[in-house]
């Protein structure tokens, strides 16, 4: 009879497999936790598009939801006929899916947060059924340093509190975000705070100043529409937010910069394509020669090009936070409060502004203020990076023991045995 016991059966619950690069930045970390530290875990992913994440990661997947898995209709009528459908049917689903797993991770991102337009009987719906069903299923759920702001919506606040209350464990990314829970009516007395995950991937080894010419700015863009309050205006409000970031570019090629682009998510494309469209047409000469765009697939390929720039200018939260992982100085467009609090904890707190109103001209002058303080902004953002090290690794303590009831083992090469 073999009484060894059973491998534990671990599932990642998340928009993962979307193109989402900071979403992706999340799991990559607690990925190389689980792997590393507990190899003897069966790993799989219940996701918004298992194909993709499957073929990037090579681990079973599952939709989140039924019209995920199964697709719209023919028509708008069936589509919508399905989405009807499909909230009913996940009622059955998502239990019976729960089953199959022991623990339930949900790496990091910002689950809890309306920054972003969210519809409360989407992503926050099936955020609490799997919380919910998790818990009839006996498995336990973790909460790894997502993060959170007060939703205006009633239904949102109870959906997202209700969710975050049936977890076995719990920690957020910043004060501002377990403060947010609690606002919510969510119990946070218990709550721990610690970095944002991505804080952990390996820095790429060109991590560096390269001694060059020109100066290298990483420009990083966003399809920015605002929020769900925006709905009736998302176009106009995406039209001015490029608009300036198009004549930004051309500011800085004028002045002697290069550029690269960098984008967080396929959607922001549109306005890369803005960019290039307008260089073409006013400086033709110039746009090949400075400007410089390539696809990355995970936030680890992201940091890689950012290690080649000099500093960066960036609107999504997760551009915003590899630049600061690789010490680079750093100005945040921000679409909300976490992006102000990565800043603040950098001490950049003056190298930050609002995407709503984004004023190109002050954004000139605090990229040439943050050349001028790059070497005293550096020691800085170093010392704190080493931090944030130390703060994920006693997180992993914690969570060996509250998920695996063990402390961490580490995987033995022949070499080391």
Same mark, same amino acid.
């Given at each position: 009879m073999n009484d060894a016991p059973r491998a534990p059966r671990v599932a990642f619950f998340g928009l993962l497999g979307s193109g989402n690069l900071g979403n992706h930045g999340s799991l990559d970390a607690m990925l190389a936790f689980v792997r590393t530290h507990h190899p003897e875990a069966e790993l799989s992913c219940v996701?918004?598009?298992?194909?993709?994440?499957?073929?990037?990661y090579g681990i079973p997947a599952v939709a989140i939801t039924w019209y995920q898995a199964h697709g719209p209709g023919g028509s708008r $009528?069936?589509?919508?006929?399905?989405?009807?459908?499909?909230?009913?049917?996940?009622?059955v689903r998502m239990p019976r899916l729960m089953r199959d797993y022991d623990i339930v991770i949900v790496p990091g991102m910002g689950v809890f947060e309306t920054t972003l337009e969210v519809r409360p009987w989407g992503w926050p719906y099936a955020l609490f059924l799997m919380s919910a069903s998790a818990r009839l299923a006996g498995a336990k759920t973790a909460f790894v340093s997502v993060g959170a702001n007060v939703a205006r919506e009633r239904s949102l606040r109870r959906l997202y509190a209700g969710a975050a209350r049936l977890a076995s464990y719990r920690s957020f990314r910043d004060g501002y975000s377990r403060d947010a829970m609690r606002q919510m009516g969510l119990d946070t007395s218990a709550d721990e705070v610690y970095p944002?995950?991505?804080?952990?991937?390996?820095?790429?080894?060109?991590?560096?100043r390269v001694e060059r010419a020109e100066r290298v700015v990483g420009l990083g863009v966003m399809a920015y529409r605002g929020t769900n309050s925006d709905r009736h205006r998302a176009e106009q409000i995406l039209d001015e937010y490029t608009a300036k970031i198009v004549d930004f570019a051309r500011r800085l090629v004028d002045q002697g910069y290069r550029i690269r682009l960098i984008t967080g998510d396929p959607s922001d494309l549109v306005v890369v394509e803005a960019v290039y469209a307008d260089l073409r047409r006013t400086r033709p000469d110039l746009v090949e020669k400075r400007v410089l765009s390539e696809p990355a697939e995970t936030l680890g390929e992201l940091m890689t090009q950012l290690a080649e720039v000099d500093l960066v200018v960036a609107s999504r939260y997760h551009n915003v936070l590899s630049a600061l992982k690789l010490s680079k100085p750093t100005v945040s467009i921000s679409y909300g409060t976490k992006g102000d609090i990565l800043l603040e904890q950098m001490r950049l707190a003056e190298f930050r502004q609002p995407i709503r109103g984004?004023?190109?001209?002050?954004?000139?002058?605090?990229?040439?203020?943050?050349?001028?303080?790059?070497?005293?902004?550096?020691?800085?953002? #170093?010392? #704190?990076?080493?931090?944030?090290?130390?703060?994920?690794? #006693?997180?992993?303590?914690?969570?060996?023991?509250? $998920?695996?009831g063990t402390t961490r083992s580490v995987v033995v090469t022949e070499q080391g045995a």
């Open positions: 996701c918004s598009d298992p194909e993709e994440f499957e073929r990037q $009528l069936g589509s919508v006929a399905r989405k009807v459908f499909g909230k009913a049917a996940d009622l944002d995950l991505a804080f952990g991937l390996p820095e790429p080894a060109a991590a560096g984004l004023d190109v001209d002050l954004l000139m002058e605090q990229v040439r203020a943050l050349e001028l303080r790059a070497p005293s902004i550096v020691s800085v953002m #170093r010392e #704190r990076n080493a931090e944030y090290v130390a703060d994920l690794e #006693r997180q992993y303590d914690v969570l060996s023991a509250a $998920l695996f």
